[in-house]
């Protein structure tokens, strides 16, 4: 007699492997759509809050100067001179009482805060005019503990790089801070698309940190005293 055999036919394998290949087809689209749905909603749901331009922007009391590394492989960092220049702008032009300097600061070999206070100085603005922080390792640390820091204040304005400011606002707005932003002058994108691609998956994280994962602030135990207040 004949063994009949366990081996499936090459229809049945055939069918296996294409509705294997559709699920993946259908989880991979999923991905792609997620993923464009929260750059999209992100950039569109804080645009009316971003100004490329002072004048544009209402009186703030408080300006959070998002943190960047001053050099980038021993020469200027543009975004780091750009977001500069575009706080002491502000404060000039009278549109911020107080420059909250947010960056990490891991003593004695970085320190964000520490180069932000010296260019804004060499730019002209008053010592008494900067406060820092620190613990601003990431965005939502950095509008978070902003609200801890000045929580007596009403109104804040993110700097930053345009491309960075819609998911800054974006937290800064689900942490309860009524936030505007104003964009630095933009960087070429030859020296900027990676940042430009990072920042797009950085949104992705921050609509699961805020929707998903529930995502705390760090730092908020760890009350720091700021360098300066005008207060």
């Not at 698309?193 to 609509?207: D, F, I, M, N, P």
Request: with cysteine.
């Amino acid at each position: 007699m004949t063994e009949p055999s366990s081996t499936k036919s090459p229809a049945a394998r055939f069918s296996r492997r294409r509705w294997i290949a559709f699920g993946l087809g259908g989880v991979l689209a999923l991905g792609v759509i997620f993923f464009v749905g929260c750059n999209v909603w992100i950039t569109v749901s804080t645009s009316r809050f971003i100004k490329e331009s002072v004048d544009d922007l209402e009186y703030s009391d408080v300006g959070i100067v998002l943190g960047t590394s001053r050099m980038v492989e021993g020469e200027a960092n543009p975004h780091f001179d750009n977001r500069m220049a575009a706080a002491a702008a502000l404060y000039h032009s009278n549109k911020v009482g107080i420059l909250l300097v947010s960056g990490y600061f891991d003593k004695p070999y970085y320190n964000e805060p520490k180069d932000m206070r010296e260019a804004l100085e060499k730019l002209g603005v008053p010592p008494g005019a900067i406060a820092e922080d620190g613990k601003g390792l990431r965005t939502l640390d950095s509008v978070a503990r902003a609200k801890q820091q000045f929580p007596y204040k009403n109104t804040f304005v993110v700097i930053s790089d345009g491309f960075h400011v819609p998911r800054a606002v974006f937290l800064g707005r689900k942490q309860g801070l009524k936030i505007a932003a104003l964009a630095s002058r933009e960087v070429g994108y030859h020296y900027s698309a990676g940042s430009r691609v990072r920042e797009c998956l950085a949104r992705v994280k921050a609509v699961l940190d805020i929707y998903v994962l529930g995502t705390a602030p760090t730092g908020l135990d760890e009350v720091i005293p700021l360098t300066a207040d005008q207060d």
